[in-house]
């Protein structure tokens, strides 16, 4: 079950139920960028003072498109914290059937396949991006991102609207909120996993157990776990001991400020295009008391509920489907009206 709110700084609101699913199209076909990960792809910003990262990605195309090709309108998928372009992969294919369009997932720096850098902050982490959507020459692209990866698409919007066609946060607002102690106790968790040199994915799940009892946030910690070669430059074969992908210290150190939001007055800057919100119900990260802050920054806002908690889009992956499916169908509606007002204006 969900439910689509809409909001607007006039203070208007109306509850619009959910229509049948969009019809099938023909399923997506992966495409998956190999690129070798290294320091040397830093590409220093002098502007900014600091170095983006080339991000990883997997791209998945539709078999029956609605656009032009891969640099029209395409979705950007973002992960959250410990995730990867990975976890997006299943409802990545969905939409590009169901859409039509292009969808990247993406590799945000220091997760998956991407570079590691010292610095981890989401003002870092929306210079990649926007490196990425530069690089590839895409036009209006939609940015989708959940927790993490959330603000990360609304600092990039905030940041260069004019490139942006809409965005999508999961279960994450522009606010500053202090992060949760889970995931300090998790990378507690998983250094010990590192110093004990497991070989098999059950030892790490019987030490990281002692630090978090849910099985399936385990099972998503663990699956940053994998075998590196010998002397790490991919010529050997992988060891038999299992280790994190993601550079712990890195993360743990940045932890601080994952709660952070790099923009703070929204009199200063607004994102004045269309932006869906969906939180899970049963998840404290998008409370009712934010809203008015989501609404100064992204006045043409939609609110929409999904039954299930802050790891949604897997706990509910259906209703989330039909989340999307039906914020499209709004949005093409709309633009046909327009452009049939203008046309016989």
């Known amino acids: 079950m969900f439910s689509l709110s809409r909001a607007r700084c006039s203070g208007y609101s109306a509850t619009v139920t959910s229509p049948s699913a969009l019809s099938n199209l023909a399923s997506s076909v992966l495409v ?106 895409l036009e209006q692209p939609t940015l989708i991102g959940h927790s993490m990866g959330a603000k990360t698409v609304m600092a990039v919007a905030l940041q260069k609207p004019e490139i942006i066609a809409n965005i999508i946060s999961v279960d994450n607002a522009p606010v500053d909120a202090r992060i949760g102690s889970d995931f300090a106790r998790y990378i507690q ?36 776990l994998h075998r590196p070669s010998g002397n790490g430059n991919g010529n050997e074969a992988p060891s038999s001991v299992q280790k994190f992908r993601v550079p712990l210290n890195i993360l743990g150190k940045a932890l601080d400020h994952m709660g952070d939001f790099p923009f703070k007055d929204p009199c200063a800057v607004r994102f004045e295009k269309p932006a869906l919100f969906i939180r899970g119900t049963k998840s404290h990260y998008v409370p009712d008391e934010v809203i008015p802050i989501i609404g100064q920054f992204f006045p043409r806002f939609e609110m929409a509920d999904v039954e299930a908690g802050h790891w949604l889009i897997s706990e509910n992956p259906e209703a989330f489907r039909q989340g999307l499916s039906t914020y499209y169908l709004l949005l093409s509606t709309t633009k046909s009206l327009s452009d049939n007002i203008y046309a016989n204006v």
């Open 189 to 224: 968790g998983m250094k010990k996993i590192d110093e004990a040199g497991v070989t098999r994915q059950a030892e790490a799940d019987k030490i990281l157990e002692q630090y978090e009892k849910s099985l399936p946030i385990r099972q998503f910690l663990l699956g940053n």
């Open 32 to 137: 998956r960028n190999t690129s070798k990960t290294n320091a040397g792809w830093l590409r220093i910003q002098r502007s900014r003072g600091f170095a983006t990262v080339p991000l990883v990605y997997d791209h998945h195309a539709p078999a029956k498109p609605s656009v032009r090709d891969e640099k029209d309108s395409p979705i950007l998928f973002l992960h959250g914290l410990f995730g990867s372009k990975k976890n997006n992969r299943s409802i990545s294919k969905v939409l590009a059937r169901d859409l039509g369009r292009h969808v990247f997932a993406l590799d945000l720096r220091n997760h998956g396949e991407s570079p590691h850098d010292h610095r981890h902050d989401y003002t870092s982490m929306a210079a990649d991006v926007l490196e990425f959507i530069s690089q590839h020459g």
